[in-house]
């Protein structure tokens, strides 16, 4: 694998930890929540920087029905953490302390709104370049024997393949004990978490909420790829052709 994917790869697992660490705001306070905001968003123009190849090439090409999906998430995703960022720094009073930024509350619920819509964007867009994730193993010096290996024992690609949907559905039960569609669709985002929970099954949780997308996403792409397929092996040979 060249130096860049594994540059990309590892670009991309910081930001999701830092944005897991970012949406714990009641357990980290308000001083680690700005400072990883910072790191979040040095992370993100870094992403973006290399990836450059992929917004040149956005009027180029055929749109396929992957292609138009892909760019939309991505044009939603990248709206959703420009959001975060504006409303973020306007209402900072750490590290843009000395600018006296009011804030206000409307702010805050537009932040906290799109964070909360940031976790299944992030997770269909993980869902989408999950083949890259799984090519990428070699970054972790783990090479593409690991990844022939797994691949080629249906028994741990099955046990991989059932801990995956078990996480899966633990991401339904979160979605649902942390009131997603709410937050997402009814305009209330203001989050708590319980002193009595353990602070790391918070950490669990939104990952699991991540999962969900990553876990749909990828598999329905894996179908419609199938049926691709299926189709075009059906059809019948054209004239002259055997």
């Known amino acids: 694998m060249n130096g860049t994917l594994t540059v990309r790869i590892i670009i991309d697992l910081c930001l999701t930890i830092l944005l897991l660490c970012a949406h714990a705001y009641r357990i980290i306070g308000n001083v680690a929540h700005e400072w990883i905001g910072v790191s979040v968003l040095v992370l993100f123009i870094a992403h973006n920087v290399i990836n ?8 180029r090409g055929a749109y396929t029905a992957r292609r138009v999906i892909l760019t939309t998430v991505n044009a939603l995703l990248a709206l959703t953490m420009a959001t975060l960022f504006v409303t973020g720094f306007m209402q900072s009073r750490v590290i843009l302390s000395f600018l ?10 537009i932040h906290t709104t ?9 997770g269909v867009h993980i869902g989408l370049h999950w083949g890259m994730y799984w090519r990428g193993t070699s970054a972790f010096g783990l090479g593409g024997r690991f990844t022939r290996f797994i691949s080629e024992n249906r028994l741990i690609i099955g046990i991989l393949r059932i801990l995956a949907f078990l996480f899966a559905v633990f991401g339904v039960w979160s979605s649902f ?9 009814l305009g209330f985002s203001f989050d708590y978490w319980s002193e009595e929970r353990p602070a790391v099954l918070f950490f669990v949780v939104t990952l699991s909420i991540i999962a969900v997308y990553v876990f749909a996403t990828y598999y329905t792409l894996k179908m419609w790829e199938c049926r691709r397929r299926n189709d075009v092996s059906m059809k019948p040979p054209k004239v002259g052709q055997k």
Do not use: C, E, T
């Open 100 to 109: 006296n930024l009011s804030g206000s509350m409307i702010l805050r619920q």
């Open 114 to 122: 799109a964070a909360y819509w940031g976790l299944p964007l992030i």
């Open 52 to 59: 450059f190849r992929w917004y040149k090439n956005i009027g």
């Open 177 to 185: 004990d942390r009131d997603m569609f709410s937050k997402l669709f």
